[in-house]
């Protein structure tokens, strides 16, 4: 699909996986609208691509300020791809692992799993339905596409780890409404896509130590290459199937052949 004379959503595009996406859109001609809450970064990306995309604040638990950022993106140009890469904030009180039931023998409370499952699933639904709705009102470009939504999964959502009742919920949730989508919107000639990454190198595990460190301790679980995925390898993932038509219903497993 050219997205060159369109419109590209990134939520999270101030992160890790994002701003790759971002960045992979952008060449593709697109202007994006960044979303997330890190300001400073995302007035900074918008800044440095310099093509008429923008940053939006966006909190993907708000559906108002979902509704905000699409609507952004489809004012500067009909909305063509939309990737859902964002995060979210931590459990209320959450301190580590979320075992359903600690060492201690205490259960993990359900606000904690309803908060995850919120965050990476519910709000992940919310951004793909208000996407294709503005999808829908596009011309059909010559290959007879709207448009293409791509959300992100995890290997968790097929092999969960201790501590990840939630998350991996939450991840297998994207597996499982991927093909669903897909067909739901088949009609209206709008795709629907995921991407389940392994290790990668993101700001999450920069915060807690330094590159190499990080490097050391997980690069050795993934089999080849032997070192945590690049951001920007899942930013052309996704620039890949924007373009590729015939990527559709189905999560692709990025991850070195990792496997737990």
């Known amino acids: ?23 992979r859109l952008a060449e593709m001609g697109a202007k994006v609208v960044i979303a997330d809450v890190a300001d400073e970064r995302g007035e900074a990306l918008a800044k440095e691509l310099g093509n008429g995309s923008i940053y939006v604040h966006t909190d993907i ?3 108002n300020s979902i509704a905000k950022a699409v609507q952004a993106a489809a004012n500067l140009a ?7 890469v964002h995060g ?4 209320p009180g959450a301190t580590g692992p979320a075992r359903t039931v600690n060492r201690e023998g205490q259960r993990l409370p359900l606000a904690n799993f309803i908060h995850t499952v919120n965050v990476y699933l519910v709000s992940a639904f919310a951004v793909t339905s208000q996407a294709a709705e503005a999808m829908a009102k596009n011309e059909p470009l010559d290959s007879n596409q709207r448009g293409v939504i791509v959300n992100t999964a995890s290997i968790a ?3 969960g780890q201790p501590g990840q009742a939630g998350y ?9 409404m991927t093909l669903t989508i897909a067909r739901d919107l088949a009609p209206l000639g709008i795709r629907a896509m995921a991407i389940a990454p392994g290790t990668f190198l993101t700001y999450a595990y920069l915060t ?14 993934v089999p080849n290459p032997r070192r945590m995925g690049d951001p920007d390898e899942y ?7 924007v373009r590729n038509d015939f990527l559709n219903g189905t999560t692709i497993r990025l991850d070195g052949a990792q496997r737990f």
Do not use: C
Not at 208 to 221: C, D, I, L, N, Y
């Open 1 to 23: 699909m050219d997205i060159s004379n369109g419109s590209a959503l990134v939520t999270g595009g101030a992160g890790g996986f994002g701003s790759a996406t971002v960045r």
């Open 61 to 63: 638990m708000d559906e």
């Open 78 to 84: 009909p909305l063509r791809a939309a990737v859902v």
């Open 88 to 91: 979210g904030p931590p459990a």
């Open 157 to 159: 959502g097929f092999e």
């Open 168 to 176: 991996s919920a939450a991840k297998g949730g994207i597996i499982g």
């Open 208 to 221: 807690r130590a330094t590159r190499e460190e990080v490097q050391a301790k997980w690069g050795p679980t």
């Open 235 to 241: 930013g052309l993932l996704a620039a890949q199937i």
